[in-house]
């Protein structure tokens, strides 16, 4: 190589290593203080978004909690959280909960959610009307929809969850949960959804996919399985956008957070990983 190329080749990987330090700089400098609260269905996501985001940008100081969708609108419009975490839009009125007025709506993922049973349940699919049933007390031994002689237990969400609010709305046709005086409880997290579902014999519940392990199982609803292909080519209809809510039109690392969740590098990289499905891929 002449010296001519070799200062050629040399000045250019100068100015792409001054560019990326200078990149790098002006990331490292964005500083503040980011509060989440809301949804378990989200909190895998918005923990594994904070762990990169705060690699890019150390100055910022980020606490993510989750006790349920409708504690995040909750928490912004008290002025204790930046980001209210939720599997509704809560800018405007859903089934059961009115718009929390002033808040914007920044939506984040799509969720895909699934009917799950303990590993003993021999049932691996259920129509809408047999899931109907089931969760109004109608329904109460597996044997009535082609299992065994075992009595069915409903493991539900608590009031105020999103993935709740989204089971009742697209997987049970709007149809709401009966709480019965026996083989029933209710759980105020994914967590303990996950916990209960697979540790209790007969047990039925639901969650959002990024949850679902081998401790259990996800059945099919209307012969359909739950996954994000089929969510993407519109056989699976179980699903809803994660939003993050703010008081307004968030900024400054607020907003730095929210577009990185956002950004493609994220959505396509850990977001897919984790069965969540990118934003984009339902438009």
Known sequence: MSFLKKLTVLSLATVLLVSTASLVEAKSNLKGKITINGSTALLPLTLQAKKEFNKLNPGVSIAASGKGSVTGPQAVKKGIAEIG????DASIDVPGFKAFDGQVANKVAVIPFAAVVNKNVTVSNLTTAQLQGIFTGKITNWKEVGGADADIVVINRSFGSGTRVNFIMKALGGTDTVKK??????VGSSGDMKTN?????NAIGYLDLVYVNS???AIKINDVEASAENVINGKYKVWAYGYYMTKGQPTGATKAFIEYVQSKDFQQGSLKKMKFIPVAAMK
């Open 85 to 88: 975490a939720c599997d509704w």
């Open 181 to 186: 005086s026996s083989n029933y409880k209710e």
């Open 197 to 201: 579902v697979a540790t209790t014999p």
């Open 215 to 217: 401790d259990f199982k």
